[in-house]
Nanobody, 115 residues
């Protein structure tokens, strides 16, 4: 099982980034996919979730209206489009796959929002 995040980097406040997570080694279309983040000195927190079929999404209040989660089951990919980034969005962003009794995490990708 592998989840590999990419797309992180340094961006100015107000800018945009698109994170990607490539999945392999499990039945991707059966799993709900989520993004979490962890800022220095803070606990890991939920950012966004998408159902296995992509019809249902859910967001943390702090990112609602700015971030969009999506997935492509044919490519086994999940994405996080991040717009209007703020300095407080700075964190390591993790991809997570969940199914009944199963839970996988990626290694994370750093997002830094700074002028």
């Amino acid at each position: 099982v592998q989840l590999v995040e990419s797309g992180g980097g340094l961006v100015q406040p107000g800018g945009s980034l698109r994170l990607s997570c490539a999945a392999s080694g499990f039945t991707f279309s059966s799993y709900a996919m989520s993004w979490y983040r962890q800022a220095p000195g803070k606990e890991r927190e939920f950012v966004a979730r998408i159902s296995n079929g992509g019809a249902i999404t859910d967001y943390a209040d702090s990112v609602k209206g700015r971030f969009t989660i999506s997935r492509d089951n044919a490519k086994k990919m999940v994405y996080l489009q991040m717009n209007k980034l703020k300095t407080e969005d700075t964190a390591v962003y993790y991809c997570r796959a969940t199914f009944i009794g199963y839970n996988y995490w990626g290694q994370g990708t750093q997002v830094t929002v700074s002028s």
